[in-house]
């Protein structure tokens, strides 16, 4: 909004200045810009009314594109709550039982499905059999082959399968992806993942393996994984790892707390990422090329995300992540918009495929080559 309003400002302080330019175009161009976008929105239904959901449905409330329509929970009270705070018809809200009669609801044409990563497979699977679009939160699964099954059912049902990757359309994240694209780093050679954050209540679901699927890795060092392929711009062909446990009573059989993994990528690049559930202040992503370097510090939280190059700090705007996420993927879905940076279903099955790997990697000590 800001920038349509200095924009605006800049134009009518232009134009008065210029004497073929009439005041009344001013004013009518403002009109038409300050018309609210008329067309088609994407109608959503949040499945998963937990603490990300609760950041979705405010950030989506300040959508040009989207619009919250539908919910679906297995606690009544918090389905009240939110009808009320969001206005939604009581229509059109589900719960874990029926939420497959959403087929015959005109009001909701996509599902976001924010709830633990276990849940995700089946979820999907019957959001798309229900013949709605859907966002899925990551890990879009639990590992590859189910993230496959999630991409077939959904081809099979002809919906779209979008994963919530909310960095790639973060302006800092993008304008160092444009500038390794123009050549601007040289050839690249490292990058540096940093993810982690010490994790509190030892009951909830997030170490809990028949939920989470896994530890740290599946919840935080996702980001490193997904930033090491954006940042390098290619796929890797091989990955090693390295597991460390500290807490083994906290982080049970299949809760990783802390794992180190390296990426080896065609041509030469290396990654070297860190992943943990038991450390603080790690946020970093860092790219080295032959010919210059980009930092990100917060590279992955909320916002605001802070970066710089060897040519100086990045001064895009932040903006509110979830509303531009989707924002963007209304249109991916509605105008067959493509995005900079892939966040289809195979995209997340790439980075489910790396994850299988450095899981492999970490318990066997063998270095694991890839077909992503
Ligand atoms: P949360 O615990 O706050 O919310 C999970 C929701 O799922 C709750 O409302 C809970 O009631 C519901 N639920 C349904 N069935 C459940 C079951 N069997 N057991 C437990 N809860 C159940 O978790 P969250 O932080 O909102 O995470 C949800 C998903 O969103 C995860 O996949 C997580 O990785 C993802 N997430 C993404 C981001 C991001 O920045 N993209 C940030 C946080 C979480």
Redo the contacts with the bound molecule.
Sequence with gaps: MRSRRDFLQKFTATALAWPMIQLNTADSLEKIISQPYQGKMLNVAIM??????SRVAAAMQDCQRAKLTGLI???PAKVKEWQQKYGIAEKNCYN?ENFDQIKDNPDIDAVYV????A??HDQVIRVAKAGKQVIC???MAVNAQQGQEMVDACKQANVKLLV?Y?LHFEPKTLEIIHMRKAGDFGKIMFFQGLCGFTIGDPNQ?RLDKK?SGGGALM?IGIYAVNGARYMVGQEPEWVTAQENKTNPEKFKKGIDETIMFQLGFPGGAVASCLSTYAMNNLDRFFLDGTDGFAELQPATGYGPIEGKTNKGPLKQPHITHQTKQMDEMAQIILDNKKPEVPVNGEEGVKDLKIMDAIYQAAQTGKKIELKV
């Excluded at 924010?114 to 990563?117: A, F, K, L, S, V």
């Design positions: 998963g009314l937990g603490s990300y959901g929970s297995g606690t874990y924010i709830t633990p990563n849940l995700h939160e990551k890990p919530g909310r679901w939920l919840d």
